[in-house]
C-alpha cells in the first residue's frame, strides 16, 4: 500500500478531505450565501426594507447617536474577567466609527471603550448599533441579521466561540482544502482530457467522479484563492506576533507611525469640542475627486473621542475596486484640518488588500457577485459529490459497511440537512412573534435543533444499496422543497410583499430575489426527489429480480 | 450601458474560448461532428484568441483589480456550460464549429 507518490497523495486526499469536507461544506455554503448577506438580512428584517442610504450627517444625527452609547454586557462581563476586577461605571471612549457600503439601508455604528489596568495594552471592550441612518432611530438589538450576524459568522467561526475555536477549526479545514486541491490535481490522470467531462448516464460512482472532478477543476482558481484569502484575513490570529511575541515592537511602531504621520498616538486627558465632522467629509470627498476617484465616505473613525488629541479619519467607499476601503483622509477633530491624506498603499499592503477585499467583496458589482455564488455553490458540489463518490466505491465491501452507513448519515446531514436547517430558521423568522423575549436566540435555536434532527434522521433511514443513494436523502428534498416554499409563502402573509409586487408594482430586489432564490432551490430540490425516487424503484425491482432468480436457482 | 454590453461580450467570447478549446478534443469533436479528428491547432489558436478578448473587454468595463477576478470568474462559468452541454445537448455546439463540416 502506499507504494507510489501518487497513491499516498491519494490517501492523503480520501481521508482528510472526508474528515474536514464536513467542515468546508458547510463554510462554503453559508459563505456562499454571505455573497447576498445583506439582501438575506432586508428578508429576515422587513422593517429595513428600503433602499441603501450614504453615510448621513455627523453633526446632526451620529454625534448624539456615539454620545448615547454604550459598551455591551456581555463585553463589559468579559473585560471583567480579563483584568480580574471591577470596571468604573463609566467606560471612556477610545473611539467610535460607522461603516457603510452601496448594499446597505441600516447603518453600522460601534464604539471602544478603554478598560482601566490592561494586562494586554490593546484591551478594550465594544458597543455596537444598528440605525436608520434617514431619521435616527435604533433598531432593536434583539433582532438578529440573518446574513450578516448567522450565516456570515457561522462560514467563519461556526458559531463556537469558545476560545475562537471554530475560527481555528474553520482555518485548519481551509488549509487542508488547500492540500485538497494540491493532491486533488497530482491525482488527477487525464487534468485536461477530461477537464469537460460529465457522463451522468455512467454509473453513479463513475459520474459522480466526474462530476467532482470537473467542478473542482473549472472552478480551481476560485477554490484556492478563496481558501488562501481566508487564510489571510485570519492571519492576525493564526499567527499572531504582534499580540504576543512583539508586543512591545509592535506598540513603538505604531506609536513611531503615528507620531510620523502627525496622529496623537495617546489622548491628552483634556477635553475639547469636536469641529464640525460633515464639513470634514465634505473635504474629504473634494480630495478624493481631486484624484480623479471621486467617491462616497465608507468608513468613518473618530480616534479619541471629546479629547483634545481627538482626530477623525474618513475613508472611501471601495465600490468601485477590490480594495474596500482607501485614500484614507486624517482630519484635527477640534481645528477641522487636515493632518494625514494616506499616499497609495505600499505593493505588499496591496495585495493585502486585494486579498482581503475580493475575499469579502464590498464591491459594486453585481455580475462578479453571481459568479462568486456559482464558484461557491461549485465548491459546494465538489465535496458533495466527494462524499457520495467515497460511500459508492466502498459499498460493494460488506468490510466497509458500518463506515459507508456513518460517512452516507454525515454526508447527509451535511449537505440536505444543511438546507433543511437553513429552510428552518427563515421559517422560524417569519413565525416566531415579534414580542417575544430572546427572539433571535429562538431563531438560531431553531436552526441547530433542525440540523440534530436531519442527522437523527440520516442515521435512522441510512442504507447501503450499490448505485443509488439512501432514501435519507430523497426524504431530505422534500423537506428542502417544503420549507423554501412555506418561507416564500410567510413573506408574503407577515409582510404582504409577494413576487407580483416585489418585482413588478414596487419593485425592491433584495427580497424579490432572495424568494426568487428560494422557489428555485424548491424546485431543484423536488426534481432531485423524483430522480432519486425513480433510481430507487429501479433498483428494487433489479433486486426482486435477483432474489427471485436466486430463489429459482435453489430450486 | 456601454459596460454591460462589454461584459456581455466578454461572457460570450470566454464561452467561445471554452467551446472551441472543448472541441479540440477527440472524444467531444466526435461528440458534435462526425467527422473523425479535429483540427486541434485551429481549434487552440482560436480558443486562445477569444480568451484574450474576452480578458480585453473585462478590462475595458472595470477597474483591472475587479476585471481579473470577473474574467477567471466568467471562464470557469464558460467551462461549466460547456461540460454541461456536452453532456446533455452536444449538438448545440454545432454552430460554433460551423465551418467544418
Excluded at chain 1, 486526499?13 to 461544506?25: D, K, P, R
Excluded at chain 1, 490522470?189 to 460529465?198: D, G, K, V, Y
Excluded at chain 1, 497609495?344 to 464590498?362: K, M
Aim: a neutral charge.
Amino acid at each position: 500500500m502506499l507504494q507510489t507518490f501518487r497513491q499516498s497523495m491519494a490517501w492523503l486526499h480520501t481521508w482528510f478531505g472526508l474528515v474536514l469536507g464536513f467542515v468546508l461544506m458547510a463554510v462554503f455554503f453559508f459563505g456562499s450565501l454571505s455573497v447576498f448577506d445583506r439582501e438575506i438580512d432586508r428578508w429576515a428584517l422587513p422593517e429595513t426594507r428600503f433602499e441603501p442610504q450614504p453615510m448621513p450627517s455627523y453633526d446632526n444625527l451620529l454625534a448624539d447617536i456615539f454620545a448615547g452609547m454604550e459598551a455591551e454586557e456581555e463585553e463589559l462581563e468579559a473585560a471583567r474577567k480579563r483584568i480580574g476586577g471591577e470596571l468604573p461605571a463609566q467606560l471612556q471612549p477610545t473611539g467610535w466609527g460607522a461603516y457603510t457600503t452601496h448594499r446597505d439601508p441600516v447603518l453600522d455604528v460601534f464604539a471602544e471603550y478603554s478598560v482601566p489596568n490592561p494586562k494586554d495594552p490593546f484591551d478594550h471592550a465594544h458597543g455596537h448599533l444598528t440605525l436608520d441612518p434617514r431619521i435616527g432611530a435604533i433598531l432593536p438589538h434583539d433582532s438578529l441579521k440573518i446574513g450578516s450576524e448567522f450565516f456570515y459568522p457561522l462560514h467563519y467561526s461556526l458559531h463556537i466561540e469558545w476560545k475562537q475555536l471554530g475560527t481555528w477549526i474553520v482555518g485548519v479545514a481551509a488549509l487542508i482544502m488547500l492540500v485538497a486541491l494540491v493532491s486533488g490535481v497530482i491525482i488527477h490522470r487525464r487534468l485536461f482530457r477530461e477537464l469537460f467531462t460529465f457522463r451522468p448516464g455512467k454509473r453513479t460512482q463513475r459520474s459522480s467522479l466526474d462530476l467532482h472532478n470537473l467542478t473542482g477543476v473549472v472552478a480551481l482558481p476560485f477554490h484556492f484563492i478563496f481558501a488562501l484569502s481566508g487564510l489571510t484575513i485570519f492571519a492576525f490570529l493564526y499567527l499572531p506576533v504582534g499580540e504576543t511575541v512583539l508586543t512591545t515592537p509592535v506598540q513603538a511602531h505604531l506609536m513611531e507611525e503615528a507620531v510620523s504621520r502627525g496622529l496623537p498616538f495617546e489622548p491628552a486627558g483634556e477635553a475639547a469640542a469636536i469641529a464640525s465632522v460633515d464639513a470634514m467629509m465634505v473635504e474629504a470627498k473634494k480630495r478624493w475627486a481631486e484624484r480623479g476617484m471621486p467617491g462616497e465616505v465608507g468608513f468613518l473613525w473618530v480616534t479619541h473621542p471629546g479629547d483634545r488629541n481627538s482626530f477623525v479619519s474618513i475613508f472611501r467607499a471601495g465600490s468601485d475596486r477590490v480594495a474596500f476601503v482607501g485614500q484614507g483622509v486624517h482630519f484635527d477633530a477640534v481645528s477641522g484640518r487636515v493632518l494625514y491624506e494616506e499616499p497609495p498603499p505600499t505593493v505588499i499592503a496591496g495585495i493585502n488588500e486585494f486579498l482581503t477585499g475580493l475575499h469579502l467583496q464590498h464591491f459594486e458589482h453585481w455580475p462578479l457577485r453571481w459568479l462568486y455564488l456559482l464558484g461557491g455553490l461549485l465548491g459546494c458540489t465538489c465535496i458533495a459529490t466527494g462524499f457520495i463518490f467515497f460511500t459508492e466505491k466502498r459499498k460493494r465491501n460488506l468490510n466497509d459497511a458500518t463506515l459507508v452507513r456513518w460517512v452516507d448519515a454525515l454526508a447527509v446531514t451535511a449537505v440536505t440537512g444543511m438546507l433543511v436547517a437553513t429552510g428552518a430558521i427563515l421559517v422560524a423568522n417569519r413565525l416566531l412573534p415579534a414580542e417575544l423575549p430572546h427572539r433571535s436566540g429562538w431563531e438560531q435555536t431553531v436552526f441547530w435543533m433542525a440540523w440534530l434532527l436531519t442527522l437523527a434522521h440520516a442515521l435512522w433511514r441510512g442504507r447501503a444499496v450499490s448505485g443509488c443513494l439512501s432514501p435519507a436523502w430523497r426524504e431530505q428534498c422534500w423537506a428542502i422543497a417544503l420549507l423554501a416554499v412555506t418561507a416564500v409563502a410567510l413573506n408574503w402573509i407577515t409582510t404582504g410583499d409577494h413576487l407580483l409586487k416585489t418585482v413588478l408594482t414596487d419593485r425592491y430586489w433584495p427580497v424579490a430575489g432572495f424568494d426568487l432564490a428560494l422557489l428555485a432551490s424548491a424546485a431543484i430540490a423536488l426534481r432531485t426527489a423524483f430522480m432519486l425516487r425513480t433510481r430507487e424503484r429501479a433498483a428494487a425491482r433489479i433486486e426482486h429480480k435477483e432474489l427471485l432468480a436466486m430463489e429459482v436457482a435453489r430450486g | 450601458m456601454a459596460e454591460w454590453l462589454s461584459l456581455a461580450l466578454a461572457v460570450g467570447s470566454g464561452f467561445l474560448g471554452m467551446a472551441w478549446l472543448a472541441l479540440s478534443l477527440n472524444v467531444h469533436w466526435q461528440q458534435v461532428r462526425a467527422r473523425a479528428l479535429p483540427p486541434v491547432k485551429t481549434l487552440r489558436a482560436l480558443a486562445a484568441v477569444a480568451l484574450s478578448v474576452s480578458l480585453l473587454l473585462c478590462l475595458w468595463a472595470d477597474h483591472p483589480s475587479i476585471a481579473v477576478l470577473v474574467w477567471v470568474m466568467a471562464i470557469s462559468g464558460s467551462a461549466l456550460s460547456v461540460a454541461m452541454l456536452l453532456a446533455w445537448r452536444p449538438r448545440w455546439l454545432k454552430p460554433v464549429v460551423v465551418w467544418a463540416c
